[in-house]
């Protein structure tokens, strides 16, 4: 008796000590495993809002033992079926089987195969995909968890973070035929390489779109010239791309990307206006922005930073896409071009061409 009573305590601690994670925890969870479940969307009409949702809750935003241990981030037990890797973990009974996978994105896989297969789940596809509130709660009908406030707790968590604007993401990315061989790759690359940089190769690999070893080394342009800013592909967003801040010193909307605070360049903008708007100098402007050409400016629809951005990304790498530049990169994820320059040993003169991988943090 005494050694189940230990038991239960060393459970109790455990539980409370992987539920100990924080609001920034989750966004940093959403921003990381986002790509990844918009495809999971895409590929089996299972609501993004709803995966993330549960992601978060079922590995304690990746830090949970199952997740570490197992990468497993949906609480997936092994079931008679499966014939991979096991984890054992405490759970409803002592030292219970878990199904382990190698990597992150297995899980979220495995997860979609474990909806779409099992009858039990078959409901579920009857419903609207865009009713995040009735598959939340047709999860807890069907079984998928024993505690009785679990559709609350995901309504309650997507709608705090506007979790469902990615639901609509891949809505218009889908009628906008987004889904190419190539971007797929780019998501399935996006997720891999939040555990292992070298991964994103065996995935372009996989996709038949060619070979990346370490990082290409970018081109020089011939001495004396310089890009011509005015012509290069620029980052913008729409407003419900990014979650808004309170931001005192202006009456305009405000988001944030990577804890650096933005605007979005409207028509007849210019950084000069911008700056005047949120209280600032259009030097400083240019300064967060990296913008190196003197006569540029900006144009509507642009993310327009409005403090400094980070050192560092929150994914380990990007794989470069077809008119994108080292500038366009350090916007995307609010990073500072000198940054990126340094981690990549590059300069203002580089060129980089798609497939490169672009080294985000050390």
């Known amino acids: 008796?005494?050694?189940?009573?230990?038991?239960?305590?060393?459970?109790?601690?455990?539980?409370?000590?992987?539920?100990?994670?924080?609001?920034?925890?989750?966004?940093?969870?959403?921003?990381?495993?986002?790509?990844?479940?918009?495809?999971?969307?895409?590929?089996?009409?299972?609501?993004?809002?709803?995966?993330?949702?549960?992601?978060?809750?079922?590995?304690?935003?990746?830090?949970?033992?199952?997740?570490?241990?197992?990468?497993?981030?949906f609480g997936i037990?092994?079931?008679?079926?499966?014939?991979?890797?096991?984890?054992?973990?405490?759970?409803?009974?002592?030292?219970?089987?878990?199904?382990?996978?190698d990597r992150v994105e297995d899980s979220y896989n495995d997860h979609s195969l474990f909806l779409t297969t099992r009858t039990r789940y078959a409901g579920l596809f009857e419903l609207d995909v865009m009713d995040y509130k009735a598959w939340a709660r047709g999860l807890k009908a069907?079984?998928?968890?024993?505690?009785?406030?679990?559709?609350?707790?995901?309504?309650?968590?997507?709608?705090?973070?506007?979790?469902?604007?990615?639901?609509?993401?891949?809505?218009?990315?889908?009628?906008?035929?987004?889904?190419?061989?190539?971007?797929?790759?780019?998501?399935?690359?996006?997720?891999?390489?939040?555990?292992?940089?070298?991964?994103?190769?065996?995935?372009?690999?996989?996709?038949?779109?060619?070979?990346?070893?370490?990082?290409?080394?970018?081109?020089?342009?011939?001495?004396?010239?310089?890009?011509?800013?005015s012509k290069m592909k620029i980052f913008t967003a729409e407003a419900n791309d990014y979650p808004k801040v309170k931001y005192p010193f202006t009456e305009r909307d405000v988001y944030a990307n990577n804890r650096t605070y933005f605007v979005i360049a409207a028509e007849g903008d210019t950084y000069a206006s911008i700056a005047k708007d949120v209280q600032?100098?259009?030097?400083?402007?240019?300064?967060?922005?990296d913008i190196l050409d003197k006569n540029q400016q900006a144009v509507a629809g642009e993310v327009v930073y409005v403090g400094m951005k980070s050192k560092s990304g929150r994914v380990k790498t990007h794989l470069v896409q077809a008119g994108e530049t080292l500038r366009y990169i350090a916007q995307k994820y609010a990073i500072q071009l000198n940054s990126v320059f340094k981690y990549n040993n590059l300069d203002e003169n580089s060129v980089i061409h798609p497939d490169d991988i672009i080294l985000l943090k050390h």
Request: net charge neutral; glycine share 4%; aromatic share 10%.
């Open 1 to 73: 008796m005494r050694k189940i009573i230990v038991a239960l305590l060393c459970l109790l601690i455990s539980l409370q000590l992987s539920a100990q994670y924080t609001d920034q925890d989750i966004a940093r969870y959403i921003d990381q495993y986002k790509e990844l479940a918009i495809l999971k969307m895409y590929q089996y009409k299972i609501p993004a809002s709803i995966t993330l949702a549960q992601g978060v809750f079922e590995s304690a935003c990746g830090t949970s033992r199952l997740a570490r241990d197992g990468k497993n981030h």
């Open 77 to 101: 037990k092994c079931h008679k079926e499966w014939t991979g890797d096991t984890v054992r973990i405490d759970d409803d009974a002592l030292q219970e089987c878990f199904r382990k996978y």
């Open 142 to 229: 069907a079984g998928y968890a024993t505690n009785p406030k679990y559709a609350d707790r995901l309504i309650d968590l997507i709608e705090r973070f506007n979790i469902a604007q990615w639901d609509t993401l891949c809505q218009q990315r889908a009628e906008s035929n987004w889904f190419s061989a190539e971007n797929i790759a780019w998501a399935e690359a996006q997720a891999a390489t939040f555990q292992d940089p070298s991964a994103i190769d065996s995935v372009l690999k996989k996709n038949d779109l060619g070979t990346v070893v370490g990082i290409t080394p970018a081109e020089k342009m011939p001495s004396g010239e310089r890009p011509n800013n």
């Open 280 to 289: 600032d100098s259009e030097k400083n402007i240019r300064r967060y922005n």
